[in-house]
């Protein structure tokens, strides 16, 4: 199993080995509606696999991700942590990543912010600006982050894999049959999380 590198609230990696079994042996088509972190889509064996999010700025980080080269993505991580001098200490480091994202809206970047943000989480304010804290003496870009991240580049450029950035219902499901499977895991509503908390600019 593949685990994303991203700690998506609601991930779904350490029950893959439940829901897995669940689904068919052969499917044509997966529709992941609401992929988040991917650890579903990612993990599923399928003709073609559909990752879907509308939070566009981590499908444009899954774009990114898709369609430049491994060691370009790793370098570019890896120039920044020592560009900006980002520790388990570095809050200033941070916090100016953090300005220059919400500037320029860079996708490797969120990737890099995730990586030192509180519980690598991923947060957006009403104004669509990255705001989670800093993840002081425990997040950094781990060799365990790393390994993860290098295993879901390799499946996320898969041509099998398509990426995209809508609201759920308009996906179109038009030529759907019956080997095909969509896959919908929404935002909970009897909780909240920082992506339905109302806060948040999204839908």
């Given amino acids: 199993m593949i685990k994303s590198p ?28 609401f992929t988040g972190g991917g650890n579903v889509g990612i993990n599923i064996e399928a003709s073609k696999v559909i990752l879907n999010d509308n939070l566009t700025y981590l499908i444009d980080l899954y774009k990114f991700i898709k369609e430049h080269d491994k060691q370009e993505i790793i370098s570019y991580i890896e120039n920044r942590i020592l560009e900006l ?9 941070y916090l100016k990543l953090r300005e220059e994202y919400n500037l320029k ?19 957006f304010n009403n104004k669509h ?3 989670a804290p800093f993840g002081r003496e425990r997040s950094s870009f781990n060799p365990v982050m790393k390994k993860n ?12 894999l398509e990426l995209f950035n809508l609201s ?10 019956g080997e095909d499977l969509v896959y919908c ?9 920082t992506y339905n908390d ?6």
Avoid: C, W
């Fill in 149 to 160: 991240l290098l295993s879901f580049i390799d499946r996320l450029q898969e041509e099998k």
């Fill in 85 to 93: 001098d980002l520790s388990l200490t570095n809050v200033e480091g």
């Fill in 129 to 131: 600006q990255f705001n």
């Fill in 105 to 123: 809206k860079m996708p490797l970047d969120l990737f890099v912010l995730v990586a030192f943000s509180f519980n690598h989480q991923i947060r």
């Fill in 6 to 33: 991203l700690n998506y609230t609601g991930g779904k990696y350490k029950l893959l080995p439940q829901i897995l079994p669940l689904f068919p042996k052969n499917i044509r088509t997966f529709y992941d509606v």
């Fill in 198 to 203: 109302g806060k948040r600019g999204f839908k």
């Fill in 185 to 193: 895991d929404p935002p909970y509503l009897i909780t909240t999380g």
């Fill in 168 to 177: 759920f219902e308009q996906l179109n499901y038009d030529e759907l049959n």
